[in-house]
């Protein structure tokens, strides 16, 4: 009988964690081994917080957004691009690379996924909205920073956040005692404000990049400027936007500051939560190294050349600046800092940003290898072995259900619904081989492109599959940039198996159905809207209700 053997872990919560199907056929195979594993884990994590006062570890997240695999943690995979991150390279030495961290395809979904332990095609948040759109996450989606902090933890976020433009989806009002963040994303905040569109980074926008003679509908082109920009508040609390006035144009240059200031508030926050008597999660979500046009700079300072390189050697710097901080602050050995990517970087503007698809094949928006797969290293010394490397499977979902059980919040996960995420615990602690993963189901927003188990991908175009035996399967050991299908030496002997892991897949959806994000008033809950701002919506609303007059 499937899930007969259950975790120590899962036990004391009286009632299992309910995990998508795949889960239980490598549960009943080593459920009694992870068992035992898990006494060993629990002594140990219980033995950390005894040396710690009582409290388990504080968290330090930072997620980078869209870099390619091998653009920070190697200074060997540096030399190639033309310039260098030592700071997160050193702390990539100090703890374990986890090379094979699977994201979603683009920021929002891997965002939700990961502060909810649920893949987004389950709670309608697969997609990445650019503009406003009056959706986003639903409040009674349960998130790390909500049971961390009901087992005593301080939370903080500052810094890109990416999940709605209503107030439920809101880091306050989502978890974190204190937020300071963007409304939306680095295409409003660097690629169609009007510098991108006087350097053409955008085309087709603003007042002065093209003859509007035939222009009719002035509501067509999107207005950076006009949309809610950075906001910040408390937790339960109404929010401010700051760094623009009414009547004031949205710049590359205040683009530059907002990332400033998120650099000097996560470093202001983190002394803050330090000298707390109370465990600490910090989520740090830089925008930068994602930019548009070449506006704030006067030089370039590397062999590459490129806006993207420059300001993920800044990135560095600042991470570099904080985890000194970290050290001065004596907080070294009793904090979890984990650096990764969010997916595949921003391929469509390749030539000219520096970026460059170096292993994998694809970037930003793909499910091949190159679109969710990302750098990612973990640092907790005396706890995780430094300088170690991983090759077990690890999903971003992972993080929250690891992170739950380690700052003894396990309980608080919610048990209606699947959790995708699986307690990597023993992935950390023990090193190599002791994952408990072997498997991931790739979507794109709502479409299931590709099932991964243990080496072995089977593509899915279009999210349909009619003969096995003829698909695309691809061994990703031997052809990482999947560019040689090897359909008929896998799907002959394995063809059958993957349709059965689809089925099974699929018949728990059917269980436990997805469901759409939750909708609402776009800004609502921004204390100090602009004019403009306050006309954009007018706009939104009215084109929103235009096909039911």
């Not at 009414?246 to 508030?265: D, L, S, V």
């Amino acid at each position: 009988m499937l899930g007969a053997i259950l975790f120590s872990s899962t036990a004391l919560a009286g009632k299992p964690i309910v995990h998508d199907a795949e889960f239980y056929v490598l549960q009943q195979q080593n459920g009694e081994r992870w068992a035992e594993e898990d006494k060993v884990l629990d002594q140990r994590l219980a033995e950390f917080k005894r040396s710690n006062g009582g409290k388990p570890p504080n968290i330090i997240y930072i997620l980078i957004d869209d870099i390619g695999f091998g653009d920070l943690g190697s200074r060997t995979l540096n030399m190639i691009r033309g310039y260098e991150t030592p700071s997160i390279n050193k702390v990539a030495r100090e703890g374990m690379r986890m090379v094979r961290m699977y994201t979603e395809p683009s920021c929002t979904p891997t965002r939700v996924a990961m502060m909810t332990g649920r893949q987004p095609h389950r709670n309608g948040m697969g997609n990445t909205a650019v503009d406003i759109s009056g959706f986003g996450l639903a409040g009674k989606e349960v998130t790390l920073a909500e049971i961390l902090s009901a087992n005593g933890y301080n939370t903080t976020h500052i810094g890109k956040w990416h999940m709605g433009d209503i107030k439920e989806a809101w880091p306050n009002f989502q978890g974190f005692d204190y937020a300071a963040f963007p409304i939306h994303q680095q295409g409003q905040l660097t690629i169609f404000h009007d510098d991108a569109a006087n350097e053409e980074v955008s085309v087709g926008i603003g007042d002065n990049n093209y003859d509007d003679r035939y222009t009719m509908d002035r509501w067509l082109r999107t207005d950076a400027s006009a949309m809610a920009l950075g906001v910040e508040g408390t937790r339960g609390q109404p929010v401010k936007e700051v760094g623009i006035k009414p009547g004031e144009r949205w710049t590359e240059k205040k683009y530059e500051e907002m990332n400033y200031r998120y650099q000097a508030q996560a470093m202001e926050q983190l002394r803050k939560l330090a000298k707390e008597d109370k465990p600490f999660f910090l989520n740090y979500w830089p925008l930068y190294p994602l930019t548009g046009p070449r506006a704030s700079y006067d030089e370039y300072t590397t062999p590459n050349g490129g806006n993207y390189v420059e300001k993920m050697k800044l990135v560095d710097q600042w991470i570099g600046d904080m985890m000194r901080e970290v050290e001065a602050l004596g907080i070294v050995d009793n904090t979890i800092v984990i650096i990764m990517g969010d997916n595949g970087h921003f391929t469509k503007y390749s030539p000219k940003s520096g970026y460059s698809p170096m292993i994998f094949r694809g970037g930003k928006g793909a499910t091949t290898e190159g679109g969710v797969r990302v750098d990612a290293f973990v640092r907790w010394p005396g706890m995780i072995e430094a300088d170690s490397v991983t090759g077990d499977i690890v999903h971003v979902t992972d993080l929250f259900t690891t992170l739950a059980r380690i700052g003894g919040a396990h309980d608080e996960i919610p048990r209606d619904r699947i959790i995708d995420g699986l307690d990597q615990t023993a992935l950390w602690l023990n090193g190599d081989t002791h994952g408990r993963r072997d498997y991931v189901f790739l979507y794109n927003i709502n479409a299931l492109e590709a099932v991964i188990k243990e080496q072995y991908k089977l593509a899915i175009p279009g999210g349909k599959i009619e003969n096995a035996i003829l698909a695309d399967f691809y061994d990703l050991f031997r052809d990482t940039r999947e560019e040689k299908p090897v359909s008929t030496e896998i799907g002959a002997w394995g063809g059958a198996k993957f349709v059965r892991m689809l089925q099974r897949h699929m018949a728990r959806k059917q269980k436990y159905p997805s469901e759409g994000p939750a909708t609402g008033m776009p800004y609502e809950g921004i204390t100090n809207l602009r004019p403009e701002t306050k006309s954009a919506v007018q706009q939104f609303l009215f084109m929103m209700k235009t096909p039911t007059m």
